[in-house]
């Protein structure tokens, strides 16, 4: 009795001769339900090294992208007329990717009333940040 590898599954087979066949989510659970005895030696340090080096890039990636830049020219966004009579106020917020020479390459509206979104990503497409040495993004909100 054991487990038997088999194409893509993989098949127990008990004593009497029963036999099931789990995915490999279950052999990743039997893995991990097994006793120290019944793993191999260099399993559980390969799957930890993994982990880590993942932890790794993902906070590396975040530092690097996501440092704060300072606006060097800005326009205000205008204030649409039917926003101002239906009395309507809130912020917009959007994520705004910056190339290494200030200028606002993308855009993404996020949140906020769609009334106001287009005022806002106007204006926000022509702002200038200073000088950086590689793209940057950022999140903006614009309150109305």
């Known amino acids: 009795s054991g487990w038997q590898h ?4 993989i098949v127990w087979e008990s004593k009497s001769g029963a036999r099931s066949e789990i995915d490999s989510a279950g052999d ?3 893995f991990l339900a097994a006793g120290p005895r019944e793993r191999e030696p260099g399993q559980v340090m390969t799957k930890l090294k993994y982990i880590f080096l993942c932890v ?4 590396g990636s975040a530092s690097a992208t996501d440092q704060e830049r300072k606006v060097v020219s ?3 966004p205008e204030y649409p007329t039917i926003a101002a009579r239906m009395n ?14 200030g200028k606002v390459r993308r855009l993404e509206y996020i949140g906020g009333h769609p009334l106001l ?10 702002w200038k940040y200073e000088l950086a040495a590689q793209e940057s993004t950022g999140i903006v909100e614009l309150r109305f």
């Open 88 to 101: 309507l106020h809130g912020t917009v917020k959007l994520k705004i990717w910056i190339s290494p020479d």
């Open 6 to 9: 088999h194409r893509w599954s």
């Open 28 to 30: 990743e659970a039997h």
């Open 56 to 59: 790794i890039l993902l906070v």
């Open 74 to 76: 800005r326009e205000e």
């Open 117 to 126: 979104a287009e005022s806002a990503l106007k204006a926000v497409k022509v």
